[in-house]
């Protein structure tokens, strides 16, 4: 079966310091993979989306980027973070061309 | 774009009342999705629906996809504490590019007191 792992689970960094959050996925191959982020427990807007490796689509501007290193790996990186950058961000995965998309378990991020 | 009008936005029930909420929407759509999100983890999908009128159950869960494909129920019935969370609708972008992306509704916030 098919499994999708975040880490780390939570995180708290200062404004200005860089950014690495990682997704793998597990049981499947050349998934599409998605990255939002959602604010004070509500909506869910997506930043990112890949529909393979080195191939990212961004959403809206922003402070963010992701990379696709590997097939089943998924990154969200920032060089400087910005107090507006707090928040849960998710991770989820679909099969090519099909639903539903299944999410991990998320990272919160407080920045202060 | 794609909105979708989720309702009610939040709801405190005692425990073993039912629940209904739904997703409405100007556009047409092929697919429903139901998820449940709890405090600190992502959404989990309780039910898919593919053809309109279909009606699915999950345990005590039942969704159906409208006739109109413009909107979708979510019932719970006989809520029990762990019912509390997060409920999203969710519909696939239009369109041939549209890569599996979805449009999420806002969202139930469900409460149930013991």
């Known amino acids: 079966s098919q499994t999708i792992h975040q880490w780390p689970a939570t995180l708290v960094q200062p404004v200005g310091s860089p950014l690495s959050l990682e997704c793998t996925v597990e049981g499947t191959s050349n998934p599409n993979l998605y990255w939002y982020r959602q604010a004070a427990g509500r909506g869910l807007q997506l930043l990112f989306y890949?529909?393979?490796?080195?191939?990212i689509s961004s959403e809206v501007p922003q402070n963010l980027s992701a990379s696709r290193p590997q097939d089943r790996q998924f990154i969200l990186s920032s060089k400087k973070l910005l107090l507006s950058d707090s928040g849960f961000y998710l991770c989820?995965?679909?099969?090519?061309?099909?639903?539903?998309?299944?999410f991990g378990d998320g990272t919160r991020l407080s920045i202060l | 774009g794609q909105q979708l009008n989720q309702s009610p936005q939040s709801m405190f029930i005692q425990e073993g009342e039912d629940v209904s909420m739904n997703c409405t929407s100007s556009?047409?759509?092929?697919?429903w999705l139901w998820y449940k999100q709890e405090p600190g983890e992502g959404p989990v999908l309780l039910i898919a629906?593919?053809?309109?009128?279909e009606l699915t159950s999950n345990g005590r869960l039942t969704a159906q996809f409208g006739i109109t494909r413009k909107d979708s129920f979510l019932n719970i019935s006989a809520s029990i504490p762990s019912d509390v969370g997060i409920y999203f609708c969710?519909?696939?972008?239009?369109?041939?590019?549209?890569?599996?992306?979805?449009?999420f509704g806002q969202g139930t916030i469900l409460t149930v007191h013991p």
């Open positions: 969710a519909v696939p972008l239009a369109g041939g590019t549209s890569y599996g992306k979805l449009t």
């Open positions: 989820a995965w679909s099969d090519q061309g099909k639903q539903p998309q299944h």
């Open positions: 556009s047409i759509f092929n697919t």
């Open positions: 629906l593919y053809k309109a009128g």
């Open positions: 890949s529909v393979g490796i080195g191939q």
